[in-house]
């Protein structure tokens, strides 16, 4: 559980909140900038992350996102954690 | 060896692991005299496993699994807080999902959830935030796990929640830090280590001075890593290395993600929201003193404890282990899983018996899943 994931910040989505969009392996998540914002917001966006339980924890290069990336598949931590981006969607409608 | 994984570089690999076979043979490293290289990290543990690291370095370097799996060293007693939590009718209580199957003395969430509980299995401390604004006539408790990995991300949720004024959410801290365990390993007398692979994602929140004492009190290399195999067949030859050349020292391998100081923002947020508690009690470690978080008084309103009057909150706790089962010594690189007498039989990672079988980064998990060491191999 302490990995994390590379994903790419497409959009600023809430500024004051400090939150973004990030696609992660073809999914979209909103997730927190606070740890990576320390400059303009709007800098942020295409720029590499890793992404641990919805926080951007740090910023990587293209290349170590897809290397990370195909490691994290190897260790089948990147499934699990889709599936659990899956399941959280799925809590906040009370689904899971 | 089950499932395990083709290196992506495998020429890299080849050419490493051809080094720290020289540099094991220069230490007269043997089997019956190894050089014991302890990998805090479970995700470590496990990608030492997925790609048989364990069997394909020179026979003289033996693995020793840390404590750095945060689902492994929950004690039982903090399952049954949870349960306890989760059961009280106004309550959605949130998890990640790997909590789940751990086992409690009267039942797990998963079983908790069966019986009716609401415990919903949450990606991120986000999402339970999100679920409380959206269900004010509801108490909802996020289970904060984890290492200091996993810390900022409550914290920076508790801050959030006090700057909406959201008075429905709470955290059941359960935040550890990596050193004390290790302080610990290194005073026990049974205990021989040679050098440590330190934690890359844990390192990027909190830099690498930290571990400052190890070099300095203890005379041991340590070296931060990624968790790419090449990662770590590098980082266990910066090892070698320091040991070959009389060296104790901090090196950084995973410097492309980890600052030397650690994160800022991450830093503050969590030196805003926590405070170390007196003592925290391990699984298989015991109570270690200042090892882990509690929320400050300033935050109490989303104090799980505080609010519901459990945990270290109430009067009198008592913390019990399962009978017959030997993750104590599992934990502490004393004994190895398959030794453990319920490995494989009364405790397997469908019906676990002990956290260690529980999350794929449990030595006993890897063990089970991937075929043991060499010992096991033959
Ligand atoms: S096999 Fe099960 S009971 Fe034995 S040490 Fe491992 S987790 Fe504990």
Redo the contacts between chains.
């Keep these: ?4 994931i590379p994903g790419q910040i497409i959009a600023v989505t809430d500024p004051a ?1 400090l939150m973004g969009m990030a696609e992660v392996s073809g999914v979209r ?4 900038l ?5 400059g303009p917001l709007e800098d942020l966006v295409g720029q590499w992350a ?1 992404i ?4 951007a ?2 910023l ?2 293209e290349d ?1 996102a897809a ?2 990336l ?2 994290l598949r ?4 990147a499934q ?2 889709l ?3 899956a ?3 799925a ?2 409608e ?1 689904r ?1 | 060896m089950r499932h395990t994984q083709e290196f992506r570089d495998p020429q890299a690999a080849r050419a490493l692991l051809a080094r720290i076979a020289e540099s094991a043979e220069a230490l007269g490293a043997t089997p019956e005299n190894p050089v014991r290289i302890m990998e805090i990290c479970g995700g470590h543990t496990h990608a030492i496993f997925r790609y048989g690291l364990d069997k394909l370095t020179h026979p003289g370097i033996e693995f020793i699994h840390g404590p750095g799996c945060p689902v492994c060293v929950l004690p039982m007693a903090r399952v049954d807080e949870c349960v306890q939590i989760a059961e009280d009718p106004r309550v959605i209580f949130t998890t990640f999902g790997d909590a789940m199957r751990v086992p409690g003395t009267r039942k797990s969430l998963m079983q908790a959830k069966a019986d009716g509980a609401d415990i919903r299995m949450v990606y991120s401390p986000l999402d339970a935030l999100e679920i409380a604004r959206r269900n004010p006539g509801r108490e909802v408790v996020f289970f904060g796990l984890g290492f200091e990995t996993t810390t900022p991300s409550t914290a920076l949720s508790i801050q959030q929640a006090a700057a909406e004024g959201l008075r429905n959410f709470s955290v059941f801290c359960n935040h550890i830090t990596v050193p004390p365990p290790i302080k610990v390993l290194l005073d026990d007398p049974h205990m021989r280590l040679d050098g440590f692979v330190g934690p890359g994602h844990v390192s990027m929140v909190i830099g690498i001075h930290p571990y400052d004492f190890i070099p300095r009190d203890h005379g041991k290399p340590i070296v931060v890593a990624g968790f790419e195999p090449l990662d770590l067949l590098q980082s266990v030859l910066m090892v070698l290395r320091q040991i070959c050349e009389g060296r104790a020292e901090v090196e950084n391998q995973y410097a492309r993600v980890v600052p030397e100081h650690g994160n800022p923002v991450s830093l503050a947020a969590i030196a805003d929201v926590y405070e170390p508690r007196p003592s925290f009690a391990w699984r298989g470690l015991g109570e270690i003193d200042e090892s882990g978080l509690q929320i400050r008084p300033a935050y109490a309103d989303y104090d799980a404890e505080v609010k519901f009057g459990i945990g270290y909150a109430a009067e009198s706790r008592h913390v019990e282990e399962p009978e017959g089962c030997a993750c104590g010594a599992v934990m502490t690189g004393r004994m190895k899983p398959v030794a453990c007498p319920q490995f494989g039989r009364g405790c397997t990672p469908e019906m676990p018996l002990g956290a260690l079988m529980v999350s794929s980064e449990g030595v006993c998990a890897a063990y089970y899943q991937y075929g043991g060491a060499r010992a096991e191999a033959g």
Excluded at chain 1, 29 to 32: G, H, T
Aim: charged content about 25%; overall charge negative.
């Design positions: 559980m302490c990995l994390g909140r998540r909103e997730v927190s606070a740890c990576i914002a320390t890793l641990h339980v919805g926080f924890m740090a990587i290069d170590e290397k990370t195909e490691a190897g260790l089948g931590e699990e954690t599936a659990a981006m399941e959280g969607a809590a906040l009370g899971a």
